[in-house]
């Protein structure tokens, strides 16, 4: 059979796509390579260069790092053409890098004895036999310490401290993949599952499920190996526990399971890998349609049910498994919205277990999975899907059905709130809503009431809900239940602050809000009042705190403040909304609109409403309210209401951090209280502007605290992507001044830091700066170059085929001392290890004008840099001192050196440093004498001594 039997419908053969494939990869294209060896593999499935097509893609992946694929793809290979040299090392160099060195010692010993006469081969071997025989002794102790733990663990006679501790060390081994594999081979996971069963104690349960997920860890082979033995509906047992500990630590498993599957990691930013995922299709599915089902299940905990849905609403964003349109398919939708139609308080025979977070959870995700709906289409399809749960329920002739259909649309409106919004529009639902609030029935009130709040979220809505809704939450108001009070007045409240930040806007009369702030106050300090109803109050507040007046009042009510610092702390999600947007007021931390004086000008010709700013939110009151939140512990608060899936919460607690790091002196509380590790999780979730105030937070850290405590141990390297993300053309010229601050901070470390910011492409994006016509950015940016000069792969960077070393001299021209400072701080740091960076001054045309400005610079500092930078160039060699020499630099150097201004004296004694050095070469002639000028006998003799 010819190639051209394997044309595609182009006509183009396998050849082709493989020529195509290797032209990309020359170009360091690897990813259209691996498209186009993809497939030539697929046109060529009995090609006789399969094994070629096959073995070039591994080399893409290799690039690509895509370990893995290499070793599958190396392994096709030698299936077709056995011993193959370039399959052999490729598949030994991605072993290594997956830390099998067993398996890559072999293929280099085959390789070796394919062709012995290959020199390069002999070093990689020598390498890999040493790490082996070591290994092998560290094997065979780790074996022995395997069998040691799983006896005490597993021996349910063994008293339960050293169980308990056996449980810890076990978990400690299955973190590294050497002792992962004994204890998978010893058939620690039956034991695990027959432990289980019968364990009663919390700590060891829940590190039992951990050593699970430790060996799923990274390993396809492992977790499929695990998910055979166990089954899905093992993980959903242990799931179903009333210890939040083990329900942590059973939905970490799973994660880690997915994340093995999909080749993602347990970090925010983290995608999947498409091939590992199309290979594993079968098996996430299965995971993903198990945890689908379970979410409406009647006989599991709420706990696990918020677990579950959490689980559902990371892994279905584009941005890792693309679930959202399966989900829908599955008729998930009609599951989530059966969560979010449940009452606490409101129990029935088929009633679900749900905490006070689940519907808010059902909503998020409800939310997330529309955020996925890109086209038309799939938008109409989760429409219908909506559409008809809601006709489901009202067609159905029990009370119970209408109250539960009112409870969804309020979760819609707080979700997916187009959707909801769509709902409402439909002829009857708004009347229907309205007529409920008019019963006599305590539960009928609850349920309307919360859904005229959550109608009332655009100004539109509230506009037509003001004029038939406010009079029947008056009267609701006056009812004698207080969870009836507290919502209508949340609605009032809602419905009093349409008109936002703009102080001309005045829905309700003068006074009116101040009073509704009032009751608002009242519910929430009251002694004896259940969560529900400080959580609604807080709520009420929210809204009201957009009033100037009403954020004073409430900032000196230390009690109420108090009240909603504590509410945050129990990190109830249903909580979250009222208590961070009372914060975000606060603060004044929300998106305020520019105004233009132009564009102020026309509107007033237009005569057009134009906003306007209360006195009270000055900036000397809203710092003041700041620091009172601070002393109160608002940084805690807001960590733990962090953990939240909502993108817009995440945003909002994003904001208010970034607001108290803004002032100075409360800095070191956000990083005492635990604010960085949250942070840092923010600046890579959420939305783009809640990512950037949370990195922007993080700079304002790293500028005035001492980065090795702000940022201790791994976080030093977690926090240097989101400081590079605010070196972007869209952030304001602040965020990028407070970035390059400090990563200057972070940069004078250690090499780690350094290494790490190389990795990131940072130097690129620094350098960047320089170039920059603001003052103050090319100062912090040439501070910053100066700090990473200090890495010898920076030096590489000044050595190369670049201007670097000629921008840098120039900018030691600046007018501006601190940028001066560091340029010719860099220079001199350059030139005493690089001969090539001294020779590439030489290159500049304006070099000796540049010297003339460094010898002679007003600044003693700058000058004693930059006489140091010709003293490293006259020590680089005899032809770049000839060179400075044969010009008036000597005459120059000369006179500085006799200078009795004592503030430079470090230049003058440089100076006089340069001149002995240049007499090595001759180049400064002794007197007849055979003297030196009196000025450089001292530093003479000194060099004379050295020598001798």
């Known amino acids: 059979m010819t190639t051209t039997d394997f044309a595609d419908d182009s006509g183009e053969e396998p050849l082709s796509y493989k020529d195509k494939g290797n032209g990309a990869f020359k170009e360091g294209k690897w990813e259209d390579a691996v498209k186009f060896y993809t497939t030539a593999i697929k046109l060529g499935e009995k090609h006789k260069e399969l094994p070629v097509f096959y073995k070039n893609r591994a080399a893409a992946h290799l690039k690509l790092e895509n370990w893995l694929l290499v070793v599958s793809d190396c392994t096709e290979s030698l299936k077709l053409s056995p011993g193959d040299p370039k399959s052999l090392f490729r598949r030994s160099q991605a072993y290594e890098a997956l830390k099998k060195y067993e398996e890559a010692y072999k293929d280099v010993t085959d390789l070796f004895k394919e062709d012995p006469t290959n020199k390069s081969v002999q070093p990689t071997l020598n390498r890999l036999h040493l790490i082996v025989q070591e290994r092998a002794t560290k094997n065979a102790q780790t074996s022995t310490k395997v069998q040691q733990m799983m006896k005490l663990t597993f021996d349910i006679g063994t008293p339960p401290d050293k169980r308990r501790s056996g449980a810890n060390n076990l978990l400690v081994l299955a973190k590294e993949e050497v002792s992962a594999d004994l204890l998978f081979k010893a058939g620690c996971v039956g034991k695990i599952a027959s432990l289980t ?18 060996l799923c860890n990274h390993s396809v082979p492992r977790t499929k190996g695990v998910l055979a033995e166990l089954g899905v509906p093992w993980f959903m047992r242990v799931l179903d526990n009333k210890e939040a500990e083990i329900v942590l630590a059973a939905q970490y498993c799973l994660q880690t399971i997915i994340n093995a599957l999909s080749g993602m990691e347990n970090k925010a930013d983290s995608k999947p890998n498409k091939e590992l995922c199309k290979e594993n299709n079968r098996e996430i599915d299965t995971l993903l349609t198990c945890l689908l089902y379970t979410v409406t299940d009647r006989t599991i905990s709420g706990p696990a049910r918020d677990a579950v849905m959490e689980l559902l609403t990371r892994n279905i964003h584009y941005t890792a498994l693309e679930w959202a349109e399966r989900l829908v398919e599955l008729r998930g939708l009609y599951r989530l919205l059966d969560v979010c139609s449940e009452l606490e308080e409101y129990k029935y025979e088929s009633a679900m277990d749900i905490t006070p977070s689940s519907r808010t959870i059902a909503s998020v995700c409800l939310a997330r999975i529309y955020e996925n709906m890109y086209y038309d289409k799939a938008k109409e399809r989760f429409q219908e899907q909506i559409d008809e749960y809601v006709k489901d329920k009202l067609l159905a002739p029990d009370l119970e059905s209408k109250v539960r259909v009112i409870v969804a649309i309020t979760s819609l409106l707080t979700g ?43 100004k539109d809505k509230a506009k037509a809900l003001c004029l038939g809704g406010v009079e029947i939450l008056k009267k609701l108001y006056h009812c004698k239940d207080d969870g009836i009070r507290v919502r209508a007045l949340v609605g009032l409240c809602k419905l009093g602050s349409y008109g936002g930040q703009d102080a001309a806007i005045r829905p309700f009369a003068d006074g009116a809000t101040l009073k509704l702030a009032e009751a608002c106050r009242r519910f929430l300090i009251k002694p004896g009042k259940d969560k529900d109803i400080r959580r609604w109050a807080a709520d009420g507040l929210a809204y009201l705190t957009l009033d100037a007046e009403v954020k004073e009042k409430l900032i000196d009510d230390k009690s109420a403040i108090h009240a909603l610092v504590d509410l945050a702390r129990s990190g109830d999600q249903s909580c979250l909304y009222g208590v961070v947007t009372t914060f975000v007021n606060l603060c004044n931390a929300y998106e305020k609109q520019e105004i233009l004086p132009e564009m102020l000008e026309l509107a007033k010709f237009a005569k057009q409403h134009i906003p306007e700013e209360h006195e009270l939110d000055d900036t000397d009151f809203v710092q003041k309210r700041i620091i009172v939140l601070a002393n109160e512990g608002i940084t805690t608060a807001l960590c733990a209401l962090a953990k939240t899936e909502s993108d817009n919460s995440k945003e909002l607690i994003a904001r208010v951090l970034n607001a108290i790091c803004g002032l100075q002196e409360l800095r070191g509380k956000v990083v005492q209280e635990g604010g960085v590790k949250t942070l840092l999780r923010l600046a890579l979730e959420g939305t783009e502007k809640g990512k950037r105030h949370a990195c922007q937070a993080l700079a304002r850290i790293g500028i005035t605290i001492n980065p090795e405590v702000a940022f201790a141990g791994q976080r030093s390297l977690d926090v240097i992507r989101p400081l590079l993300n605010l070196l972007a053309q869209d952030c304001s010229a602040l965020e990028n001044f407070e970035s390059l601050m400090a990563l200057t901070n972070l940069a004078a470390m250690n090499e780690n830091v350094r290494q790490r910011i190389i990795e990131e492409q940072g130097i690129s994006k ?183």
């Not at 364990?199 to 430790?214: F, G, P, S």
């Not at 009196?934 to 000194?942: G, L, M, S, T, Y």
Request: with cysteine; aromatic share 4%; net charge negative.
């Open 766 to 948: 620094i350098e960047y700066y320089l170039m920059e016509n603001h003052l103050m950015l090319t100062r912090a940016a040439a501070q910053c170059i100066c700090n990473m000069v200090m890495s010898d792969e920076v030096v590489k960077k000044f050595e190369g085929e670049n201007d670097r070393v000629k921008f840098m001299a120039l900018l030691c021209e600046e007018e501006d001392e601190e940028t001066a400072k560091a340029c010719s701080g860099a220079l001199a740091m350059l030139t005493s290890v690089s001969k090539k960076c001294c020779a590439k001054i030489l290159e500049i045309k304006s070099w000796l004008e540049i010297l003339h400005i460094l010898i002679a610079n007003p600044s003693p500092e700058v000058q004693h840099r930059g006489v140091v930078v010709i003293l490293n160039m006259i020590n680089a060699g005899e032809d770049i001192t000839r060179k400075i020499f044969d010009t008036d630099i000597m005459e120059l150097l000369n006179g500085l050196a006799q200078l009795p201004d004592d503030t430079r004296s470090k230049a003058r004694e440089v100076a006089a440093q340069c001149l002995t050095a240049a007499e090595r070469y001759r180049i400064i002639e002794k007197s007849d004498e055979g003297e030196l000028p009196d000025v450089f006998k001292e530093a003479a003799r000194e060099q004379e001594i050295e020598e001798e």
């Open 197 to 214: 069963k019968i364990e009663k104690n919390t700590e060891i349960c829940a590190n039992l499920v951990r050593i699970v997920a430790e």
């Open 416 to 458: 997916p709130l187009d959707a909801g919004n769509q709902i409402v529009a439909r002829e009857g639902i708004l009347q229907m809503i309205l007529a409920m609030a008019t019963t006599e029935d305590v539960l009928q009130q609850k349920v309307a009431c919360e859904c005229i709040i959550a109608a009332a979220s655009k």
